[in-house]
């Protein structure tokens, strides 16, 4: 059976930062990737980053380049999202994900799912 579990959740002041851990468990994700998501309150789930389970592919929104960044420690099945200079409209629930092959954007390409940790980011 499939787990992700997200942690690292909290409350944060604006400027500072945070960093998310996802452990994965269950199967054998050498063919998958890892994304993150979020979910702010009265929006829809947005990409967040994502990165193969080999660690030689990444992506971050766009919106979020300079500020995130996505990491993989293989040995402990954890992938890793730090997130700098936070705002308050980073506030959200942050999710961990996974998919066959390549690295998506929209969460509907994604097989499994964790089941969020809380960011707030406080002005």
């Known amino acids: 059976q499939v787990q992700l579990v997200e942690s690292g959740g909290g409350l944060v002041q604006a400027g500072g930062s945070l960093r998310l851990s996802c452990a994965a468990s269950?199967?054998?994700?050498?063919?998958?990737?890892l994304g993150w998501f979020r979910r702010a309150p009265g929006k829809e789930r947005e990409f967040v980053g994502g990165?193969?389970?080999?660690?030689?592919?990444?992506r971050i929104a766009d919106s979020m380049l300079g500020r995130f960044t996505i990491s993989i420690d293989n040995a402990k099945n954890t992938v890793f999202l730090q997130m700098n200079a936070l705002t308050p409209e980073d506030t959200a629930v942050y999710y961990c994900?996974?998919?066959?092959?390549?690295?998506?954007?929209?969460?509907?390409?994604?097989?499994?799912w964790g089941q969020g940790t809380q960011v707030t980011v406080s002005s």
């Open positions: 269950g199967r054998n994700f050498s063919r998958h990737s």
């Open positions: 994900a996974a998919k066959k092959f390549m690295i998506a954007t929209s969460p509907k390409d994604y097989d499994f």
């Open positions: 990165i193969s389970w080999n660690g030689l592919n990444t």
